[in-house]
């Protein structure tokens, strides 16, 4: 399995409150992503990397932000947590197009109260 | 963009049955098609792929047909084990720049003893 973490794996926060989640990969890969799971939903692209610095937004950035000051490290905010943003959380990484297997993390769970 | 459906969403078999999981898509540029398998409170994991110069690929128990006309694939899962039992998730894509995959909604595969 390819190296890839995420801290922390359960989180519990309140309304209002800044949240940020790490990701962690030790192969090397140029890409990164950050999905939300959601029953009824599948997997949706909050944000993604495609190098250092270079990041771009999915289908439900909104009230999300993202970091990429190193090649192994991607870090999601919630800028001001919502209920709705009650999810599990999955980082990704892999190679893009040359090699276009994703090897995802083992999630965060985050409950907004 | 890229719209995939999955049906169905849930799928309950007997062990020793075979199980279908079909998608479709809707960019006729999409050229590649994996499937991951998530099994509880893990993160997915690749468990097949095909590209589009291909029609059918197995790999022992599981299998991946596709039809680019009609713009679907599926799944084919044969002697079904109660280990098989996972969320199962297609995927499609354009390779070739970005790798930016979009997902279907999962599809709850139980498989009872």
């Known amino acids: 399995d390819a190296g890839i973490t995420q801290s922390p794996r359960h989180k519990v926060t309140e309304t209002g409150t800044p949240v940020t989640l790490r990701c962690h990969q030790t192969?090397?890969?140029?890409?990164m992503y950050w999905y939300r799971q959601d029953p009824g939903h599948g997997l949706r692209l909050i944000h993604y990397s495609y190098g250092v610095k270079d990041t771009d937004k999915g289908e439900v950035s909104d009230g999300y932000s993202v970091s990429r000051s190193k090649t192994e490290d991607f870090l999601l905010t919630l800028e001001s947590a919502t209920s709705s943003q009650t999810s599990v959380y999955f980082c990704a990484s892999g190679q893009g197009s040359s090699q276009e297997t994703q090897y995802f993390g083992p999630g965060t769970r985050l409950l907004v109260l | 963009g890229e719209n995939v459906e999955q049906h169905p969403s849930t799928l309950s078999v007997q062990e020793g049955d075979s199980a279908v999981i079909k998608c479709t898509y809707s960019d006729s540029a999409s050229n590649y098609f994996p499937w991951y398998k998530q099994e509880l409170g893990k993160g997915p994991q690749l468990i097949i792929d095909i590209r589009s110069n291909v029609g059918e690929k197995k790999d022992q128990r599981i299998a991946v047909t596709l039809n680019k006309t009609a713009k679907h694939f599926s799944l084919h899962i044969t002697e079904t084990q109660p280990e098989d039992s996972a969320v199962y998730f297609c995927a499609a894509s354009e390779t070739g720049g970005s790798y930016i995959p979009t997902f279907g909604r999962g599809t709850s595969l139980i498989v009872h003893p």
């Open positions: 192969e090397n890969h140029r890409y």
